[in-house]
């Protein structure tokens, strides 16, 4: 019997802070949870019949070491980097070292926040970045790593 073929796998990761959505800066960030958006994240995933491994962290270094590891096994990475964003050439250097497509997503728009937020020293290290939408951020970076990979 043929085997059926594995689904594409990709890894969500979330930076620091963002352990405290739903209670966080409620008026910029929501009111749903990490849980929550987890939960969207997988039902989407289901839909769209592709695996998701969702990860938080608060540390640099932990962020860095899953995307070191997801390079076995991940089609590609969306990620908020939280406050990284702005200034971290260590998570810079880990996204361009490990050639997995990445996707920058954010729930904010941070071209619209403060002047400190318009800066991203990890959007030219990926394949695109997505603001602005909320939880819909990280699904438009997942419908944009598949389609990527289709082609
Ligand atoms: C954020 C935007 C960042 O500037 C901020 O530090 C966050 C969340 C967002 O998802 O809008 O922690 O990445």
Known sequence: MAKKASPARYLV?????????????TEIYGTMTLAQLNRELQA???????????RQSNHEGELIDWLHECRT????????????????????????????PTVEVHLSDISKREDFRRVSVIKAVCVDQIGGLGAD???????????RRKK
């Open 44 to 54: 989407f995933a289901k839909t769209a019949k592709i695996a998701i491994r969702a």
């Open 73 to 100: 096994w991940a089609s590609g990475v969306v990620f908020n980097p939280g406050a990284y964003t702005h200034y971290s050439y260590a998570l810079r250097d880990a996204v361009a070292a490990i050639q997995v």
């Open 137 to 147: 951020s990280y699904v438009e970076g997942l419908k944009l790593l598949m389609k």
């Open 13 to 25: 990761l979330h930076g620091p802070n963002l352990n405290l959505l739903g209670m966080r800066e």
